[in-house]
């Protein structure tokens, strides 16, 4: 069956940088894309950004050009985001999740991954 | 991108039906038929409920289906159960990149 397992929560200090990885299982790790969105507390789901496994190919959504950067490691079947230059307003639930056959359906999702930005 | 559009709460009895709507442009929920809905409960993951504007994934009950006018998406949910309480959240392409709407918090009464 198809999981992705996150990375542990994290807590880090104005202006540093997280790393949150996503590994996959029960399926051919390159052949459907892998999202990112995140979650602050109390409000809405929020899309980041998206990797292609296969060849690295990413796009992400304009508020975070500049400070998310999405990379995958084929020979893990593991996926990471890491953002920079953290702020407050960065505290949230990231989250990794599997896209359907490239149409944006979100079908599976990881557990999620608790980012707390605090001094 | 802005975020989509849509009404912050909705509400109905066991048993009867209730529609969200998720507005947008012609840049994303017009011009694409790839709008999703997913379903979150507290503390929990997002779950995909209606894919491709009206497309179930396997094991989605038949009561919740999706449609699509112009600049709006919409979810129904037919025969409100009580587990159907939860935050409903739409989402459309919109060439290379994704947008969410607000989310819209269903109540059953």
């Known amino acids: 069956q198809v999981q992705l397992v996150q990375s542990g929560a994290e807590v880090k200090k104005p202006g540093a940088s997280v790393k949150v990885s996503c590994k996959a299982s029960g399926y051919t790790f390159t052949n459907y894309y892998m999202h990112w969105v995140r979650q602050a507390p109390g409000q809405g789901l929020e899309w980041m950004g998206i990797i292609n496994p296969s060849g690295g190919g990413t796009s992400y959504a304009q508020k975070f050009q500049g400070r998310v950067t999405m990379t995958r490691d084929t020979s893990t079947s593991t996926v990471y985001m890491e953002l920079s230059s953290l702020r407050s307003e960065d505290t949230a639930v990231y989250y990794c999740?599997?896209?359907?056959?490239?149409?944006?359906?979100?079908?599976?999702w990881g557990q999620g991954t608790m980012v707390t930005v605090s001094s | 991108q802005s975020a989509l559009t849509q009404p912050p709460s909705a509400s109905g009895s066991p048993g009867q039906s209730v529609t969200i709507s998720c507005t947008g442009t012609s840049s994303d929920v017009g011009g694409f038929n790839y709008v999703s809905w997913y379903q979150q409960h507290p503390g929990k993951a997002p779950k995909l409920m209606i894919y491709e504007v009206s497309k179930r994934p396997s094991g989605v009950p038949d009561r919740f289906s999706g449609s699509k006018s112009g600049n709006t998406a919409s979810l129904t949910v037919s025969g409100l159960q009580a587990e159907d309480e939860a935050d409903y959240y739409c989402?459309?392409?919109?060439?290379?990149?994704?947008?969410f709407g607000g989310g819209t918090k269903l109540t059953v009464l």
């Open positions: 999740a599997r896209d359907l056959y490239g149409s944006g359906s979100l079908v599976f």
């Open positions: 989402s459309s392409y919109a060439g290379s990149l994704w947008v």
